[in-house]
Antibody, heavy 120, light 108 residues
């Protein structure tokens, strides 16, 4: 079955760090561009980052310098390392697959999301 | 930064009716424009890509159109499972993406 499963969310104090994982099955993360999108409680979707098959990464201005996206091809897993967290980072974090050739860089598969709560 | 503004914020319709959801961008964008559906407690699902192409498995009652700064998602003959929140997305400012704030389609 082709799917994405995020883990690693939880309650973290302001200023802390957390690493989210996104395990893929049914395809290789190394062969696809992958992205992170977050959704604050009751709010809309916010694009966070993207990692290309070349391993080049880009970030939203709101997280640049604090978040790092990487992948482990041997584990077929995508990661989001988050640091210097603030209350504004509280959200459900989704990983998604970028569909390039067939659907012009839209996000065609999403994980179920993992909740990150930044609070003291 | 390109801002996407969706309207209306909430749309109240009955099953069987036609829904028209709009998304306006602050600058002209390419056809790299998509629509997503999100049901309560679920992840978003891709509906439309490249402005007007339905994603795999999406029923024909969903259609997209538009160009430049004005884009539309139309859902004809609403089914009970269509009531959800819908988001537009653009990729024109590669490599970054942005989303609209969402339109909630609710049962009247």
């Amino acid at each position: 079955e082709v799917q994405l499963v995020e883990t690693g969310g939880g309650l973290i104090q302001p200023g802390g760090s957390l690493r989210l994982s996104c395990a893929a099955s049914g395809f290789s993360v190394s062969s696809k561009d992958m992205t992170w999108v977050r959704q604050a409680p009751g709010k809309g979707l916010e694009w966070v980052s993207i990692i290309y098959t070349s391993a080049t990464t880009y970030y939203a201005d709101s997280v640049k310098g604090r978040f790092t996206t990487s992948r482990d091809n041997s584990k077929n897993t995508l990661y989001l390392q988050m640091s210097s967290l603030t209350a504004e980072d509280t959200a459900v974090y989704y990983c998604a697959r970028v569909c390039i050739s067939v659907c012009s860089y839209a996000f065609d598969m999403w994980g179920q999301g993992t909740m990150v709560t930044v609070s003291s | 930064e390109i801002v996407l503004t969706q309207s209306p914020a909430t749309l109240s319709l009955s099953p069987g009716e036609r829904a028209t959801l709009s998304c306006r961008t602050s600058q002209s964008v390419s056809s790299y424009f998509a629509w997503y559906q999100q049901k309560s407690g679920q992840a978003p699902r891709l509906l439309i890509y490249d402005t007007s192409n339905r994603a795999t498995g999406i029923p024909a009652r969903f259609s997209g159109s538009g160009y430049g700064t004005d884009f539309t998602l139309t859902i004809s003959n609403l089914e009970p499972e269509d009531f959800a929140v819908y988001y537009c997305q653009q990729r024109s400012t590669w490599p970054r993406y942005s989303f609209g704030q969402g339109t909630k389609l609710e049962i009247k």
